[in-house]
Nanobody, 123 residues
């Protein structure tokens, strides 16, 4: 089992920045790809970003490319999501998830999920 705990959400004005953290415990976290997803009220879940176990070649959803950066520190069992130039449409609950590969995460196939952290962007 892998337990995932998100933190760093909050209220920010449009144009501002937040950094989310996903802290993992349990089985060897460094073996897993990790993704960030979000779900806005009334909308489908959307993948935001994914990163492989090595941290090489992260992938991003089209709506956040150029604004968000995913990274990981396997020594700290933590994955980060740096969110810049935030927009009101980024408002959502953000979840991290771990799975076998970034490709599987982008297909919605995840083995473990966190509980989520709320991000609210005011206009």
């Amino acid at each position: 089992q892998v337990q995932l705990v998100e933190s760093g959400g909050g209220l920010v004005q449009a144009g501002g920045s937040l950094r989310l953290s996903c802290a993992a415990s349990g089985r060897t976290f460094s073996n897993y790809a990790v993704g960030w997803f979000r779900r806005a009220p009334g909308k489908e879940r959307e993948i935001v970003a994914g990163i492989s176990w090595s941290g090489i070649s992260p992938s991003y959803g089209n709506s956040v490319k150029g604004r968000f950066t995913i990274s990981r520190d396997n020594a700290k069992n933590t994955v980060y999501l740096q969110m810049n130039s935030l927009k009101p449409e980024d408002t959502a609950v953000y979840y991290c998830a771990a799975g076998g590969s970034v490709g599987r995460l982008f297909r919605g196939e995840s083995d473990y999920w966190g509980q989520g952290t709320q991000v609210t962007v005011s206009s």
